[in-house]
């Protein structure tokens, strides 16, 4: 096993499989991949208590300071308050070291018997929610086409009454919002921090607005907006993941987004079924991507580690020789692994290339700016 890392900390729970929004973009069930279809609705106590007993070898045999458990969905509150107590309570019961919860959840269904569970587990709490009412109402919707605004909007006001449980707000960015604006309206519900994603896509199906060709840079354009917007307030207002990640990166720090650096992505889920998976953006590469044939009944988290999904090379030997090349490759790290995705393999620059490259040098033009202003300061306090 020479080589393979030692240990994972970020594990993502598929405690419900279905979800009662449909999402147009939606990697889960609007993608190629349709492997939801063949697995369980619901993750089974059976199952809950099985990944339990893995973590709990993997932590005494690895030494392990212990893990993130991220529940996950599908809509994971269609399990109900009970069925995430119990989850949580059978966890934190068999594994010998500490537990910090994670719920990533459309807020729909947030009330006050959620509440009591999450404080019960000091469980952290994320809400996917694109901006104000017209953009999140465009994507984020039912099946019969009703919006999920307002529900959103209630369950966050419930959540933001507990501080210590609000993990802030993730967006999917698209180019028809208007990027102040829509960054604007998140901040409505003072997120502790934001997460801004790209719509996943690959070189085979790109992105919307974003074509094979390559010309133009609309991604880049909107979130330089924001990121204007941000860095230029007077006070810090949310932390902003992708922002912070890559100034991080280009002062010589490590980052913590997976869509930019060289860091290796350990994220091990596991579906309602107790099979293992690679993180779950490689369902949007084909159907079964993120699939690996191990589950938590036959495997343990040697084989999961072992495997070529988590086993793979890390810093600038795992980028495509045009990635290698590129003057802020340390920085992009070649962007989110799925974007590079062709058929026949990753060994390609993000279908996002341009706007990553146009995005890290505004950034860095900025940060190189502010430094030479503070560089008089800096040496007369050092004098």
């Not at 459309?106 to 509440?115: Q, S, V």
């Not at 009703?146 to 180019?175: H, K, M, N, Q």
């Not at 028809?176 to 790209?198: G, H, I, K, T």
Request: aromatic share 8%.
């Amino acid at each position: 096993m020479t080589g393979v890392p030692p240990s994972t900390r970020q594990v993502l729970i598929k405690i419900h499989g279905r979800c009662n929004l449909k999402c147009t973009y939606c990697y889960i069930y609007e993608h190629v991949d349709q492997s939801w279809r063949r697995k369980s609705a619901v993750m089974s106590d059976a199952v809950v208590a099985q990944v339990a007993k893995r973590l709990a070898e993997h932590a005494i045999e690895r030494r392990s300071s212990g893990f993130e458990i991220v529940f996950h969905g599908g809509e994971p509150l269609l399990a109900g308050p009970d069925g995430i107590d119990r989850a949580a309570s059978i966890l934190r019961d068999a594994v010998p070291v500490p537990l910090s919860f994670t719920v990533q959840t459309n807020g729909t269904l947030i009330n006050p018997a959620f509440l009591d569970v999450f404080r019960r587990y000091g469980m952290r709490v994320g809400v996917s929610l694109d901006g104000g009412q017209e953009a999140t109402d465009r994507h984020r919707r039912y099946a019969d086409g009703r919006g999920s605004f307002d529900l959103v909007a209630r369950g966050l006001d419930l959540l933001r009454t507990e501080p210590r449980l609000y993990a802030g707000v993730l967006a999917t960015i698209d180019t028809a919002n208007e990027p102040v604006q829509a960054y604007e309206d998140l901040l409505r519900f003072s997120p502790p921090r934001m997460d801004l994603l790209l719509p996943h896509g690959t070189w085979d199906r790109p992105p919307p607005g974003r074509g094979a060709d390559q010309i133009g840079t609309p991604y880049a354009e909107w979130l330089i907006a924001v990121f204007d917007r941000w860095y230029d307030a007077p006070v810090r207002e949310t932390s902003v993941r992708l922002f912070e990640s890559i100034c991080d990166l280009l002062l010589g720090g490590p980052g913590e987004s997976e869509a930019v650096g060289l860091g290796r992505d350990m994220t091990v889920t596991i579906e309602t079924d107790g099979s293992i998976g690679h993180n779950d953006f490689f369902k949007v590469t084909a159907d079964g991507g993120a699939e690996t044939g191990l589950n938590v009944f036959d495997h343990d988290f040697n084989d999961v580690l072992a495997h070529p999904a988590w086993n793979v090379p890390s810093g600038l030997e795992s980028l495509c020789a045009t990635c290698r090349s590129c003057p802020v490759a340390r920085v992009c790290g070649g962007g989110l692994r799925a974007h590079r995705f062709r058929a026949g393999g990753l060994d390609n620059p993000s279908v996002y290339c341009p706007d990553l490259l146009a995005l890290i040098q505004h950034i860095e033009r900025r940060l190189t700016a502010d430094l030479r202003r503070l560089r008089p300061a800096l040496a007369e306090a050092v004098a």
